[in-house]
């Protein structure tokens, strides 16, 4: 019933701002994704891309501005609703259902894709039964997509961190989002990881037709898989422009070099792999 | 297959619970309901259900205490065998009394039963009792219909010691029309089946005698601050209030009366669930001048000061409500009726009938108990049922004393 | 361009809160309006019946002071202990009653010394300090019991076992000291009244609303001047980065509960003073209330603690003469306890950071 | 004092001492208890009750186990040989008992009652063990008997794995049989006469001596060949609760009100009705992660409308079949959550507590109160509610009804875990495991909260319902803030989310406290003690939610 032009944003956002407090965390961001992209946004710690990112999927209520998910208004409305319009997300720091199982965490993921009603649910009726299966069937679909089938029946706090990023980015993706955003998605990989993950993002816009909005430190990952990059910086937008333009842009570096001198504990990669990065792009681009 | 030999079991299982005593024949007795046999040295048991947990833990408490210091004062045995008090725990609630009367009606050695402390809990507990034959005498339970002439057949095999309702209201009443010529009355209850009954009954004989209940006002008793409810009383200028609650209440509200305008002069009439030297404590120096309904002990006045005696030496304690003597002639009620018709054979066995235990009971006449003379009626109410107004006239604990302090002022 | 499109479109206020609101939204607007219609009418009923006097109105004014009073020194330790804890305590309230009962036996003991006849003005802080050294010794073995073990597990384990220490205190208390009612001395100067604005109030009545003012003015000082209160306050903002940077954690809840303890008896011995009986089962009640207004006021901050302990106070002897007599019901004091907690309800509903409290009920979810 | 001695008992840090004085702190902590139980009165109501009849009475044994137990501790200290280790055990016990010996001693010297109501001659009495009260002698023989019977804990802990077991097993045995007399009495009085009128195994109290030592070695001995049978298949020997132990359990709640007396099946029906209500508040609190302490309004909900439909007294509005009422009272009940829930449930955690406690002291005030007495029937509650009948039977006596609540068990048993293996079930479980992500996966909060707590509702208008056709009455007084407290108590003891957890929390905690009834004073101090115990050795619960395990084994 969304049928999304490829050139129209899928996600707008204008004049978000959000205050917690008198702290100033976002001021004055538009930001436009348009759909069927990857759309990185990047930037110093503390410069405000995940309270964006909160903003967005309804974490936490805006101060002022607006949202928009394909021309409806989405600021202000509860997370589930958020949810409902197609807007999944992953977190920083991993939160999945630490006691549940692996196929458990996926198939809450589906939770809004089920009709079988709670009547159903009690008789066990036709329906619902076979509803259940296909989202069994579905969930380890998805647990495969992502690379860990094997993992169906572990707990999810006893899983390898790698396998718990990808078990969130399933859970996410298992309720047919529009949307996907991936808040420091490549956090804590290795390059080999790292590489694995950039293959999975470009299957979920590929193979999926999702559009992924992600916020990462990793140069290597950004620059591998954005079409359009954002940069925040104190709570506002820097710069936006493709990867080569941000590469050049000199505020980019001297944000980040800036930050690095007066911060204790950035994050160590961008100042090596803004440069080295550049291969990486100008291969996947040939 | 197994489904089906479970579905017998438990049919059968229901044809042995289907109650129903037989007519019964061991050593020298032959009993309509059933006989219990008590082997040389054995002792005689004594069921009891009371309030021994929950809000009304103290009453309950008390009045198994008073049926203990009664066996005592017995002799500690009957017919040459210890009698033993087995005490429940009855809650005060329907299925606290349903409980503890199963059990006590599951041990085939209890002869008869004392208490509960509690109406709702007698409404479930006799019936009960009364299956499985066994008699049982209230201490606490004051609901009228509980011995109504029209009351269930479950109910037959239910006595009880302290008078109903119906008779302390009544008598109430008669003191504040005939005695105090008193017009407006305020009432105030606390919500326990007991105080509201009591107050009903009082509001409905007060009411057809020509009286104004002014004020009916209901408080909680875990209330400490009355002073709200005694201000929207004080509105409607009572002349006395009378108020059946039990000890913390009667003691806030004594206290904290004078600090309200307009109550100085109202007087106020408690019950008989204060007839106690810790409502002394309670209430402290307002206490004098307070009356109360309670039983008339003048026949046996040295009788109840030795029991008060005996009964904090034992517990520690002075009795805490007035109950503690009900639960002492229940006890006297019941032992003097096995002493009646238990009979014993060569060997030292003792064997008691229980339908003959029953009509010993409901026999009983002029007994000597500590509220007075028992007596039972058709439908088993054995309370002596002779009323007085008791006045407090000392605040000093120690001389609690029925007689002198509350000294009798009516009739 | 961006600033143009925006005021073209923007909506009318109602059509934005219509647009921002889910369905529990318009069910709770349908609670508030009904609850504030109830409110109001019974409000306009109750001053049209007229069944009481302006000086009536006085009275029950300062009867809600009064056990306010009461309410906001339980309040005040309670709030101690859950701002930092985050977690109820359930037997504070029976802290409380042993905190009264200590207060009795001293009395009793001052008074067989000959203390009590000879100094009466030095009875109530002797009192007073046992009913605080009871309060504080049984607080901390509350703590070592029920919370200690439990800190760094989300688990219901806390609130069973402080369900089950209040338990353990009233009935061993029971067992201990017996169940009658125990009639709390006087200190001679304690037994009269003052007079103010016409009213005649008995002096325990205003020491206790004193006593609450001063609970409060020392609690502040130390929370804010010690560095007791600094570390307090660190531990309530944050257990681990407290800990991080050296504050010794255990010891400062601990002193937390001590105090919280210490206030509890403070509490039961006023509350003793004013309404002159306490049994074994007082606390657990008073408890529960002493909670209500520390939510009432906003967990976690003390002079909430107090304000809302006076409020539920005034709420609980105000309402129903002000509100219930509108609906001409019977014996309307009974349903006081209808009001007091009707009014938690509403406030955790509508306003869960209470009268004067910052967010935390959402800060914590 | 009294506060010393109580609080001093707990006091356990883990401070290295020299094996002596540990011995003696032991001894002392002992002693506190034993004096402790004394003074709160428990000592001499459990005296009139015989364990091992005209042997050993229940307070004998209770203070015989706390010295063994200190005994079986001091003894336990790695770094002392045999020898050494019982020395410490002696000397341990030879402390605690002094401890009373002091204590008879005041009693009789000072008058304690002014403040401790139980410190009574006749509890020096009863501490002397028949001996004349308080001389040397009667003094004397209690740290005697103390360091025996920590001597016995002692060697009992020192004997090799597998007698001592056996020894403990028949201890435990002997114990449970004596406590539990009136079951296994009327369970025995069902079967034929096997031992003769002579030999009877149970007294008028407890067992008699003779069948206690046979008991003794009987329960060892099997404990011995148990074990044997388990080394030899290679298993560790177990502890704890197995499938097999489920199915036991099972037909143990099954069958047991068959095989024994009308207050057995009595109890064992308000341990039904308990499991109905703690399966209503495991999808709440279990599942859906609500606090709730108001759940007893939901309850009265229940009962009140069955009193209301089914009675043939003044009060009643109808006079129809329990059968019609049922289906009414669940979904009023549900509907009553529906109510209470829609607002309250934007709360949480303690706050979520406090405020379904307050809804439910409001409602129990309402049922109590004069303005809607001539409704509800106020304090007086509503009387002459009609039994239940199925096909002509009248369903009236505990055993009937005890079915009667169990298959209405089972139903909402089946209907709890079918909803928690479908898409609601794991809705409530990713709730509780992190709102704001199951928020963000497009779960209503609100609405899956609101129907966690409209199907707890509805669990408990059944057992409600139930419950008013059991007692034929409803009072006010029923529905206290203490049955929801058991509730969440049954829950968080029986382990939280597990439906097995619900039958087991709803025995121990509602079942064997029936069987001790005629120690109703104490019952609350003990249920207390058994809480905070509970929480202390096993948390999780008994048996918790099998995921829980799982995660145990697994990190």
Redesign the interface.
Known sequence: MHRERKDAPLLQVRGLRKAFGGVVAIQNVDLDVAAGSVHAIIGPNGAGKTTAFNCITAFVKPTGGRIMLAGERIDGLPAHVVARHGIARTYQNVRLFPNMTGIENVLVGQHRRLRATFWEAILGTGRFRREEKEARERALHYLDFVGIPHRAQHLARNMPYGDQRRLEIARALVGDPRMLMLDEPAAGMNPTEGRLLVELIERVRGELGVTVVLIEHHMRVVMAVAERITVFDRGAILTEGTPGEIQADERVIAAYLGRRSGQTGPAPEPIHAVPAAIPTLEARLA | MKTKL?YA??L???LM???GARAETVGPVTDALGVVKIGKG??V?IGGYSS????D??QG?DELRGSEIAIRDFGGAVLGHPV?L????A?????GG???A??L???K?VVVVLGPSCS?GA??GAPILWRAGISSVAIGAT?PALTAPDRPDGFKGFLRVVPNDLKSAAFTVKYAVEKLGVKNVATI?D???YT??LVRAFEKDFTAKGGTIVA?????P????L???L??IA?KKPEIIFTPVF??SV??LL?QKD???GLADTKVIGGEGVFSA?VI????PKVVGFRIVAPSTDLFSDKFPAFVKAFT??????P?GGFSAYGHDAATLALTAIKAVGKSDDEGNLYIGRQALHEALMATKDLPGLTGALTCDANGDCGAATYAIWEFNSDDQSSFAPGTNPKRIFP | MSETARSATEPGVFAEWLRRSTWVDFILLAIRIGVAALVLVGLAGGLAAGTYSAADFVSFTMFGLTIGSIYALIALGYTMVYGILRMINFAHGDVMMVGSFAGLFAAGGLNDAGVLGAFPLLALPLVLAAGMAAGALVSIAIERIAYRPFLHVRSLAPLICAIGMSFILQYAARGLFGTRNRAYPGFGWMEGTVSFAGLTIPIPQVVAFVAALIVLAGLLAVVRLTRLGKAMRAVAEDRDAAALVGIDVTAVIVATFAIGGAMAGVAGVLYALVFKQITVFMGFFLGVKGFAAAILGGIGNLGGALLGGLVLGLAEALGPALILEGYHLPAPYQLKDVIGYGMLVMILIFRPQGLLGERLAAKRA | MSFNTVTSSFKVTRRRRSPLMEAVRLGLIAGAALVAFALIGAYSAMDKRAVIEGTVTLSQLASLLIVFAAGHVAARDARSGTSAALLNAVVAGLVAGACLSVLVWLIMAVNLRTTLVAASPALAKALSLGARIASLEALAQLPLIGAASALVGALVGRLPAGAGKAALTGLAAVITAGLFRDVFASMLERLPDLTGPDHEVFGSAGLNPGAAVALFFLAAAFALVRDRLALKRGGVPRSGLSRPGLVLLIAGVVLLPLVTNDFVAQVAMLVALYMLMGMGLNIELGLAGLVDLGFVAFFAVGAYTVALLCSSGPLAIADVSFWVALPVAIVLAAVAGMIFGLPVLRVRGDYLAMATLGLGEIIRVLVLSDALSPYLGGSQGIIEIDHPRLFGWELKSPVALYYLALVLAGVVAFVSLRLQNAKIGRAWLAMREDEDVAQALGIDPVASKLLAYTIGAAFAGAAGAVFAALIGSVYPHSFQLLVSINVLAILVIGGLGSLPGVLVGAIVLIGLPELLREFGEFRYLFYGIALVAMMHVRAEGLWPAAYAKEGVHAS
């Open positions: 479970l079991a438990s059968a299982a229901l619970a289907a109650p054995q002792p048991v021994q947990s929950g809000g833990t103290n408490i033993k087995a005490g429940e725990d809650q005060c609630t329907a299925e349903q409980t503890a199963t059990k009606a599951g041990n050695q709702s409404r479930a609901a209850h919500g326990s089946p509201e009954q009916s006002e209901a408080i909680s875990t209330d400490t601050d002073r709200p409810v201000t929207r509105a000890t913390s003691g806030f206290r600090e309200v305008s810790n404590e309670a209430a402290g030496e034992e517990y520690g304690e002075a805490i």
